[in-house]
């Protein structure tokens, strides 16, 4: 492999499959694209070692890592076991400071542990998990996009975001986020990039902006 090209791998929000990144494309003589699918998490797993896991799948030194939602989070703590070229999260946090209130008070009351998700095989309920409420119209378009619904899985996921204990912001992350993200509002975030009119799901209907810019961030 030419040593010029730069491994970049793409891990997907929670619930769905990489081909959220379909349509992200980096020039082929700088770059090359992995895309990264979630595992099933063991009994008990902690983020840590579901992401210490994770980097088995990773064959590159010194690789960019980008990250969607969870994915931002897992790609966070994967950077804390290898050395990264580049750390990117979008649609996501840096810190349990910038998580909404919501999930603060799931935490708090440990609600989290009693959530339906043993109803996921309704795709409407997964999605309202995935990209949030604003999506029920376009419920046949994301569709696709969710394919992970084992109730152990979600109940692990759902869990590590919500209590997760990342105190601080990692030096090296570099954040984008859309204003209009109903997930993870705008308002409780520190810096960042920000997409004017972006929501949660901006890595699949913003994708010209990502294939512009990335190139840029990443260099």
């Known amino acids: 492999m030419n040593q010029q090209v730069i491994p970049v ?12 990144f379909e349509h992200i494309k980096l020039p082929e003589d700088q770059y090359k694209i992995y895309w990264l699918e979630w595992k099933l998490p063991n009994k008990n797993e902690s983020i840590s070692s579901y992401a210490k896991r994770m980097c088995e ?20 703590e994967m950077s804390k076991h290898i050395a990264v070229k580049k750390l990117i999260i979008v649609s996501s946090v840096k810190t349990k400071h910038e998580l909404p209130k919501r999930m ?38 994301y569709k696709k996009y969710l394919s992970v619904s084992d109730k152990v899985y979600l109940d692990w996921a759902i869990e590590q975001v919500v209590c997760w204990e990342q105190d601080q ?14 997930v993870f509002p705008f308002a409780n975030l520190g ?6 009119g972006g929501t949660h799901i901006m890595i699949i209907n913003k994708y010209k902006w990502f294939n512009e810019n990335l190139p840029k961030l990443i260099a």
Do not use: W
């Not at 994915?71 to 966070?76: M, P």
């Not at 570099?174 to 109903?182: P, Q, R």
């Open 9 to 20: 791998y793409l891990m997907p929000g929670m619930a769905a499959n990489p081909t959220i």
């Open 57 to 76: 799948d990773i064959n590159h030194d010194n690789p960019v890592l980008l990250g969607v939602s969870f994915g931002g989070i897992l790609v966070q």
């Open 104 to 141: 603060k008070l799931l935490k708090a009351t440990k609600a989290y542990k009693i959530l339906p998700t043993q109803l996921v095989s309704s795709i409407d309920l997964l999605a309202k998990y995935a990209f949030g409420n604003t999506i029920t119209k376009r419920i046949e378009l």
């Open 169 to 182: 912001p990692m030096e090296s992350v570099l954040h984008i986020h859309g204003d209009n993200d109903m």
């Open 191 to 196: 810096d960042c990039i920000t997409i004017k």
